[in-house]
C-alpha cells in the first residue's frame, strides 16, 4: 500500500509544511539522522497500491534532514507507521 496524492504533490507537501510552522509541530523521535512529522491536512490523498482500499488519508508525512528543512520525502498517510 501507498498513499496517492489528490493533486500536485509538491502543492500538499508544501500546504502541510506550513501548517506544521504554524502549528509548531515537534518531529517525531526516530532515533536517526532525520525529522519526520506527522500533520494534519485533510483530503491530501487516498490508499493506494496493489492492496489499498481508496481510503481517503487525511494527514501528510514529512521527512527532513535531522534540524534543518531540507526535504528528503514527502507522502499521504493515515498515521504514522
Known amino acids: 500500500m501507498h498513499g496517492v ?3 500536485k504533490a509538491v502543492d500538499i507537501i508544501n ?5 506544521k510552522l504554524a502549528s509548531n509541530a515537534k518531529p517525531i523521535n526516530t532515533g536517526g ?3 519526520a512529522y506527522l500533520i494534519p491536512k485533510a483530503n491530501a490523498g487516498w490508499e493506494g497500491g496493489y ?3 481508496g481510503q481517503n488519508l487525511d494527514n501528510v508525512v514529512i521527512i527532513t534532514l535531522k534540524g534543518t528543512n531540507q526535504l ?3 507522502y499521504p498517510a493515515g ?3
Open 51 to 53: 492492496q489499498g482500499s
Open 15 to 19: 500546504e502541510a509544511w506550513k501548517i
Open 33 to 35: 539522522t532525520i525529522d
Open 5 to 7: 496524492f489528490n493533486g
Open 72 to 74: 528528503v520525502t514527502g
Open 79 to 81: 498515521t504514522w507507521p
